[in-house]
């Protein structure tokens, strides 16, 4: 049986992002997820927020992936007038594919050096008693 310093469940963007920052720090990582293929289904429509979180996401990201980088917050009344429309703060919001973008974490977190196991979905963590009895 093969041991490892990470285990994620799940390969959605949480897991990934996860997945590739502890294999950079050299753990040694598998990543599972229960469905055959990485990003689908698809979770949601994919704006994407420049958060702290995020920043390292995007500077890593294929530009493919991205569709389009939103300058404006528009807001319509139930005639379909825009009432208001505020201007965003470049780079601050984007539009991407998600099932790309998911399949592109996944990549991401394989070039670091995790594994990653599909059409596996886990049922519960066993804990094993250690030499010390911890
Ligand atoms: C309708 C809708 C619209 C949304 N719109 C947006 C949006 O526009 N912008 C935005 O930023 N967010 C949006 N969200 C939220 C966004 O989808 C989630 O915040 C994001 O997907 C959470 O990422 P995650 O990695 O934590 O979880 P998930 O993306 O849910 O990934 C979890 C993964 O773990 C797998 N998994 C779960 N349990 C197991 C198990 N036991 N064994 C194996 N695999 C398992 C799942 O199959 C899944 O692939 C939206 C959500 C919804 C529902």
Redesign the pocket.
């Given at each position: 049986m093969k041991e490892y310093d990470v285990i994620v469940?799940?390969?959605?963007?949480?897991?990934?992002a996860a997945a590739k920052a502890a294999s950079r720090q050299g753990a040694s990582v598998i990543m599972?997820?229960?469905?055959p293929v990485?990003g689908a289904p698809r979770?949601?429509?994919?704006?994407?927020?420049s958060s702290s979180f995020t920043r390292e996401i995007l500077e890593d990201l294929d530009p493919r992936v991205i569709v389009c980088e939103y300058r404006s917050r528009r807001y319509f009344a139930p005639s379909g007038r825009v009432i208001k429309e505020t201007p965003l703060p470049p780079g601050s919001v984007y539009q991407v594919q998600r099932d790309e973008f998911?399949r592109e974490l996944a990549r991401q977190a394989a070039l670091a050096g995790a594994e990653i196991v599909l059409s596996?979905?886990?049922?519960g963590l066993y804990k094993e008693r250690t030499a010390s009895g911890a």
């Amino acid at each position: 049986m093969k041991e490892y310093d990470v285990i994620v469940v799940g390969a959605g963007p949480a897991g990934c992002a996860a997945a590739k920052a502890a294999s950079r720090q050299g753990a040694s990582v598998i990543m599972i997820e229960e469905h055959p293929v990485i990003g689908a289904p698809r979770h949601c429509p994919g704006r994407l927020h420049s958060s702290s979180f995020t920043r390292e996401i995007l500077e890593d990201l294929d530009p493919r992936v991205i569709v389009c980088e939103y300058r404006s917050r528009r807001y319509f009344a139930p005639s379909g007038r825009v009432i208001k429309e505020t201007p965003l703060p470049p780079g601050s919001v984007y539009q991407v594919q998600r099932d790309e973008f998911d399949r592109e974490l996944a990549r991401q977190a394989a070039l670091a050096g995790a594994e990653i196991v599909l059409s596996t979905l886990v049922t519960g963590l066993y804990k094993e008693r250690t030499a010390s009895g911890a």
